[in-house]
């Protein structure tokens, strides 16, 4: 656990960023600390000081102690990594620049007040995010580089699991594993007629420049968290996209004009091209979702209730009721079992369910079959017909070997790894040329061999 620590630690002081010149008035700066050719300069201190104060996160200790030390330890393992030739891809660095800007943009309000808050334009608060966040991606791959050759055996967890004291065993929550079948009720034909001719009347007001695509996508847009941003979606890449609006999208070319309506599995679009930068585009798009009937809603669930009576009869196992009806793509192929995205495990804890599952699922026995029940889709964000079975329940238990191997394992392979990465820390303390001005040397460090 100590490793995810580490991590969390240094991803901390990585993702807390540039400050606003509000924040780095009045620092007179000097070098505080070297850590072999690199300086530590104060105001990276009291930048980071700063923010975590104004976001209220908490620093465990002396900030003036922690944070410096933390960036020894950065500087420590990108000084490694510079050694060992470690690269990352820029378009990935980029892909996370662009979604941490349009996250800032959402909070924040506009482009233009994020540019205010930081006291930076656009331009140079990419090219600073560019360096956090390749340094980020640079010092995990070191880090699994330098845990990579670890080798166990079940044995060596057995013998793990058997040293922890009794009262330090953990306590697992209460889990249970479902099948499920959902489709989704078709639509009207009127109905998609209806969206689609709404689209086409907002990309005439467009065009005729009656009207703003982006205080229509405000207003109206389905995507509820690029409406608040006018329809803006941020620098994406091809694969970040569904294919058929990517395949529409990056064929734009003129950012006044308004594609035609595109359909995905979302619903239906209009897009309009901002920028292009290589082999990424920023683009506004207003979704719509046709809206099913209740007619058709309560028909697909007599269906549903039918199939399962069947399978209730013994005429139909529930595999196959998976197989030829339901149109859940991400447990289809898996016999109907619902995978948590969360673990990349089958179990769930209540918590992790989608709220109208966990409800439905609360109070059945193994083996039980649901009544058919509407909810909203995690992977397409429609409303879908569903019914789940219970494939197996555990309840909430001291964690032990029978039912918790893969989790002791995980718990296991953390806490070797940080001793692994703390004797690596330890040793490059002792290799590597360090000064610390005298004036921030009266600390408690987390390691002790800053100071020789």
């Given at each position: 656990?100590?490793?995810?620590?580490?991590?969390?630690?240094?991803?901390?002081?990585?993702?807390?960023?540039?400050?606003?010149?509000?924040?780095?008035?009045?620092?007179?700066?000097?070098?505080?600390w070297?850590?072999?050719?690199?300086?530590?300069?104060?105001?990276?201190?009291?930048?980071?000081?700063?923010?975590?104060?104004?976001e209220?996160?908490?620093?465990?200790?002396?900030?003036?102690?922690?944070?410096?030390?933390?960036?020894?330890?950065?500087?420590?393992?990108?000084?490694?990594?510079g050694?060992?030739?470690?690269?990352?891809?820029?378009?990935?660095?980029?892909?996370?620049v662009?979604?941490?800007?349009?996250?800032?943009?959402?909070?924040?309000?506009?482009?233009?007040?994020?540019?205010?808050?930081?006291?930076?334009?656009s331009?140079?608060?990419?090219?600073l995010?560019?360096?956090?966040?390749?340094?980020?991606?640079i010092?995990?791959?070191?880090?699994?580089?330098?845990?990579?050759?670890?080798?166990?055996?079940?044995?060596?967890?057995?013998?793990?699991?058997k040293q922890?004291?009794?009262?330090s065993?953990?306590?697992?929550?209460a889990?249970?594993?479902?099948?499920?079948?959902?489709?989704?009720p078709?639509?009207?034909?009127?109905?998609t007629?209806?969206?689609?001719?709404?689209?086409?009347?907002?990309?005439?007001?467009v065009?005729?420049?009656?009207?703003?695509?982006?205080?229509?996508?405000?207003?109206y847009?389905?995507?509820?968290e690029?409406?608040?941003?006018?329809?803006?979606?941020?620098?994406?890449?091809?694969g970040?996209?569904?294919?058929?609006?990517?395949?529409?999208?990056?064929?734009?070319?003129?950012?006044?004009?308004v594609?035609?309506?595109?359909e995905?599995?979302?619903?239906?679009?209009?897009?309009?091209?901002?920028?292009?930068?290589?082999?990424r585009?920023?683009?506004?798009?207003?979704?719509?979702?046709?809206?099913?009937?209740?007619?058709?809603?309560?028909?697909?669930?007599?269906?549903?209730?039918?199939?399962t009576?069947?399978i209730?009869?013994?005429?139909?196992?529930?595999e196959?009721?998976?197989?030829?009806?339901?149109?859940?793509?991400?447990?289809?192929?898996?016999?109907?079992?619902?995978l948590?995205?969360?673990?990349g495990?089958?179990?769930?804890?209540?918590?992790?369910l989608?709220?109208?599952?966990?409800?439905?699922v609360?109070?059945?026995?193994?083996g039980?079959?649901?009544?058919?029940?509407?909810?909203?889709?995690?992977?397409?964000?429609?409303?879908?017909?569903?019914?789940v079975?219970?494939?197996?329940?555990?309840?909430?238990?001291?964690?032990?070997?029978?039912?918790?191997?893969?989790?002791?394992?995980?718990?296991?392979?953390?806490?070797?790894?940080?001793?692994?990465?703390?004797d690596w820390?330890?040793?490059?303390?002792?290799?590597?040329?360090?000064?610390?001005?005298?004036?921030?040397?009266?600390?408690?460090?987390?390691?002790?061999?800053?100071?020789?």
């Amino acid at each position: 656990m100590y490793m995810k620590k580490i991590i969390l630690s240094l991803s901390l002081f990585l993702s807390m960023g540039p400050l606003s010149v509000v924040a780095q008035k009045n620092i007179v700066d000097e070098v505080i600390w070297i850590v072999g050719d690199e300086a530590i300069l104060r105001s990276e201190v009291e930048e980071q000081r700063i923010r975590a104060q104004y976001e209220g996160t908490p620093i465990q200790g002396d900030p003036y102690c922690v944070i410096p030390e933390q960036i020894a330890i950065q500087k420590l393992y990108l000084h490694q990594a510079g050694i060992d030739s470690i690269v990352v891809s820029e378009t990935s660095v980029m892909s996370q620049v662009e979604s941490r800007l349009s996250y800032l943009v959402s909070q924040i309000g506009s482009k233009e007040k994020m540019e205010e808050y930081f006291g930076k334009n656009s331009v140079d608060l990419r090219e600073l995010f560019r360096d956090m966040y390749r340094n980020q991606m640079i010092i995990t791959q070191m880090q699994q580089k330098l845990v990579g050759n670890f080798k166990y055996t079940p044995a060596d967890v057995r013998r793990f699991y058997k040293q922890i004291p009794a009262d330090s065993i953990p306590t697992v929550p209460a889990q249970v594993e479902l099948q499920i079948v959902s489709f989704q009720p078709p639509v009207p034909i009127a109905e998609t007629n209806r969206i689609k001719e709404r689209l086409r009347d907002f990309t005439e007001r467009v065009n005729s420049g009656t009207s703003e695509f982006s205080v229509l996508a405000r207003l109206y847009s389905e995507d509820t968290e690029s409406a608040k941003r006018g329809g803006e979606l941020g620098f994406m890449g091809r694969g970040q996209l569904v294919p058929e609006f990517a395949a529409v999208a990056f064929n734009m070319q003129d950012p006044k004009k308004v594609s035609r309506v595109v359909e995905t599995e979302f619903g239906f679009h209009i897009i309009q091209l901002i920028e292009k930068r290589g082999d990424r585009i920023n683009s506004r798009h207003i979704l719509l979702k046709p809206r099913v009937s209740l007619a058709d809603k309560d028909s697909a669930i007599q269906i549903l209730d039918s199939i399962t009576n069947k399978i209730r009869d013994n005429k139909m196992t529930f595999e196959q009721a998976v197989v030829h009806f339901s149109q859940d793509k991400n447990s289809v192929m898996n016999a109907g079992l619902m995978l948590n995205e969360k673990s990349g495990t089958s179990k769930f804890e209540y918590q992790d369910l989608p709220q109208e599952v966990a409800k439905i699922v609360y109070g059945m026995n193994v083996g039980e079959i649901s009544k058919p029940f509407t909810m909203i889709s995690q992977s397409t964000n429609k409303e879908v017909v569903a019914v789940v079975k219970v494939k197996s329940k555990i309840e909430s238990h001291k964690a032990n070997l029978t039912d918790d191997y893969q989790m002791l394992k995980v718990v296991f392979e953390n806490q070797k790894h940080a001793e692994l990465l703390n004797d690596w820390i330890v040793k490059k303390q002792k290799d590597t040329y360090i000064s610390i001005d005298p004036q921030w040397q009266k600390c408690t460090f987390q390691y002790p061999g800053w100071i020789k």
